[in-house]
C-alpha cells in the first residue's frame, strides 16, 4: 500500500494550540505558544508519515462564500486575539522554509481546499490522512481517507465515526445541519439538540429522507417527538442552509493539482532564522549541525560606541595597526546615489566592535562627532590600497563613500561574494542568513532597532543607544564570516582564483558603471507611453469587438471562458485544478490559427513594457544627474550572471518594435554616441569548446553560419541548400540543447510530433557525437560529484541532482548541461568587463562603460574616437578567454542604444 497523503487542517491546529497550551512569549515579549504548538504537531506527522507528502493547508485572510450566503455566519466569534494574530506570520514561514507544500486559498476555508483534494486523492486510490481536530472533517472519511487528531491521540475511519457519532460518514452533514453549530452560528432547527438529530438520522435517514416521512417523526422514541415535525416544517429553510453551510466543498479549484503537491529541501537557514527569533532553543541546537546538537554560539561582546576624539583616536590607531580589519557604513537610504553616512563601524577582532555616530538627528539626539571631520581621519585609510579591508557587499559602502569624496580602495575580502562564490546556491547570502549558517550566531535584525512598513524609521532617526550594538554587531559578524569562510574557500584553489581574478575586482568597476548610469531621454519615454495607452485601448476594444462583448482581459477566467465555451476554441492545455489554461504559452499557439489570441498577446506585451519601462523609468531618472542609475547584483542568479534591479536591465524587450523604442530612450550626450559590444553565439561557442566536437569546432573557425551548418549536418545537403526553415529547426535544436530540452519541448517549439523531433535530435548527435558525450558524461558526473563547473573553476551545485523526485531529477541534469556553458559565459563578460575596464583606465580614450546586459558591453564614446574604441573594445572583449575557438565580437555605433545593439 503507498504512503497516504497527508494534509494537515493548520487553522484547526492553530486555535487548539493557542488555547491549549501556555502563554509562551521569546524575550522580547512575542507571543510563540501556537508557533510551538502547530510545528510541533507538523514535526510528529513528519516522524509518523516518514514516506508522505505533508500539505499543510490554512485559513486565508478575509470573507469566503459561506459569509456570502449567510450574513451571520460566524459572526458570534470573538476576533482573532492580537496574540495570536502576530503568530500567524511565523507559522506560514516556517511552514514554507519546512519544504512543506502549503495552501492559503482566498474565498474559501481550509476545509473546502482539503476536502477537494482528499476527494480526489481517494477517487484516484490514494490513502489519505486528515490531521485535523475539528469534528465536521468526519464528513470526509471513507474506505481510503481516515481523520487523526494528533492533540488526542486519536484515529477515525468509518467503522470509529459510526462508534463515536452513532451515524455514519455520510450523515455527518445531516448531524451538524439538523443541530446547527453555535460557534460558527449555524442556525440548524430549533428545538433540535444531539440526541434528537440522532434519532431522527438513525430512525428515517438523511434529511431528505426525513422531510419525506414528516407523518413518522412523532412515532420515533425521542423526548418531544410529537411535536417536532412541527418544528422541521417551521424551520425547513434554515435546516437546507445549514446543511449547505455545513458541507465541505469538495470542487474549490486550486492552482495546483495532487500531482504538484510535492515536497522541497528545507530552507535551514529560513529555519535556523525562525527558531532562533522565536528563541526556540532546542530546535535551534538540532539545526545547528546535522548530526547533534550544539549549543548556538555564545559570543562574549565588547561593543562600543564612540562620542569622543579621544575613544575614536584610540581606534584610528588600532585599524592602521591591523593587518586586516572590517568595516562597514550606517546611511539615510538603500538609494546608493542619495544614501549619506550615518555613521560608521569596524572590528579589528572577533568580539571586539565600535560605532562611531555621525549623523543621528531626532530630537534628544546625544552630540556627536563632526561627520566631515571623522570622514577625513578616516580618508589615509579608507583609500589605501594597501590597507586591507573586509565588508558584506562593499559595493554599497564604496559607492556611499563616493558620495563623501571618498575612494574606498584595498577591498580586499567581501563576505556576500566570499558565500557566493563558495557555493550560489547553498543559502541566501545576506549577513543575517550567513551568520546563522557560518558562525550559529543570531544577529539583530534592521527591524528590531527600526520598525516595520510605513512605520519604519531611516537609520539617522534610531536612537544611538540602539544602533550602536546593531551596527558595531555589522562590522564583527563581518569579520568572524569572513574568517570563518575564507578557510572553506582556500579548500578549493578553482574558487579562490573565481574570487580573486573575478568577483574581486569587478566590486569598483561595477560601482563605477553604476554611479555613471546611463542617460535616458524622459520626453521619449513619456511619448511612446501615451501612445501604449493609445495603443492598449484600440487593442481592448479590437478585442470585445471579436469576442462579441466586453470582459476583463486581466481575468484569466473570463477570459476562458470566451475564448473555450463562447468562442469554442480548441482546449490546448490544463491548469492542474482542470481549467483551459490561458498561459502564454496556449495564446501563441492558438493565435498561429486565430486572431483574438494574437490580439491578446499583443495587448498583454504592451501593457508589460507599459507599466515595467515607459511609464517607471521617467521616475527613476536621477534629478541630479539626469540618468537612470540601475543597481547591478553578483550574488543572485546560481550561475555567475549579474543581475540588475531598479531598474532591471536584463528584461527589456529587443525582438519587438515596441520594446525597441524604450532602448532608443537610452541615448548619448552631445558630443558623444552610444557603443554596444556583443558576443556573438557565445554559449554555442563554449559548447563547441567543452565538447571538443570536430563539427561544431570547423564551423565555427570557418566563420560559417552555425544554424546553417547544423542544418546541412542534420538534414544532409549542401550549405547552400538549407531553407529558412531549416536553419530556423537547427538553430531551436542548438539552443535547446545547451537548455536540456527534451524532444517533447523541441516538438512543441517546432510544431512537430514529438517522433519527428526525436529524430531531428539524434540525427544531431549522430552529426556531432562529441555533443551527446558532453551531455552524457556531465551528467554522469554531476551525479558522482553533486556540482558542476565553468572553464574558469566555478562550481555550481545541483541539490536536487539525487533527490527522489524523478522529476526534480531531471530538472537539475539539464541545469548541470546549462550551467557549465552559462557560467562560463558569465564568467568572459566579467573578465571582459575587468579587460576593458583597465584599459579605459589608462585615460588614453574619451570612453566610458555606462551598462553591462546579458552579453553586451554598453559604452559612451567621444564621436572623434569612435573608430579606436571599436576595434580596440572588439580587441580586449575577444581576448578576456582563450577557446578551442574564437570569441566573435560585433560591435554597433549609433545615437541610442537601439542604433548600437
Known sequence: MSAPLVLVDGSSYLYR???????????KGQATGAVKGVINMLRRLQKDYPDSTLVAVFDAKGKTFRDEMFEQYKAQRPPMPDDLREQIEPIHGIVRAMGLPFLCVPGVEA???IGTLSVAASAAGQPVVISTGDKDMAQLVDHNTTLVNTMTDTKLDPVSVQEKFGIPPELIIDFLALMGDKVDNIPGVAGVGEKTALALLQGLGGMDDIYANLDKVADLDFRGAKKMADKLIADKDNAYLSYTLATIKTDVELELGLADLVPGEPDREQLLDWFTRMEFKSWVDELATGEEPVEIVAVDTDYQTVLDKAEFARWL?????????????ETTSLNYMRAQVVGVSFAVEPGCAAYVPLAHDYVGAPEQLDRDWVLEQLRPLLEDAERAKV??????????LANHGITLRGMVYDTMLESYVLDSTGSRHDMDSLALKYLARSTIHFEDVAGKGAKQLTFNQVAVEQAGPYAAEDAEITLCLHQALWPKLQEHAGLVRVFETIERPLIPVLSKIERTGAL???ELLLQQSGELGT???????EVHELAGGEFNLGSPKQLGEVLFEKLQLPVIKKTPKGAPSTAEEVLAELALNYPLPKLLLEYRSLSKLKSTYTDKLPEMINPDTGRIHTSYHQAVTATGRLSSSDPNLQNIPIRSAEGRRVRQAFIAPPGYQVVAADYSQIELRIMAHLSADPGLIEAFKAGLDVHRATAAEVFGMQLEQVSDDQRRKAKAINFGLIYGMSAFGLARQLHLGRNEAQEYIDLYFERYPGVQRYMDDTR??????????????????LPEINARNKMRVQAA???????????????????AMLRVDDWLNAGAVDARMIMQVHDELVLEVADDQIDLVRERLASEMSAAAELDIPLLVEVGVGANWDEAH
Open 780 to 797: 554522469a558526473l554531476a551525479h558522482e560529484t553533486g556540482y558542476v563547473e565553468t572553464l574558469f573553476g566555478r562550481r555550481l551545485y
Open 17 to 27: 494550540a493557542y488555547h491549549a497550551l501556555p502563554s509562551l512569549t521569546n524575550s
Open 111 to 113: 476545509d473546502d481546499v
Open 317 to 329: 590607531e588600532l585599524l592602521a595597526a591591523a593587518d586586516l580589519f572590517a568595516f562597514d557604513t
Open 520 to 522: 535616458v531621454s524622459r
Open 535 to 541: 495603443r492598449l485601448g484600440e487593442l481592448e476594444r
Open 813 to 831: 541534469e539539464r541545469t548541470a548541461i546549462n550551467a557549465p556553458m552559462q557560467g562560463s559565459a558569465a564568467d568572459i563578460i566579467k573578465l
Open 391 to 400: 565588508g558584506q557587499n562593499l559595493k554599497y559602502d564604496a559607492s556611499v
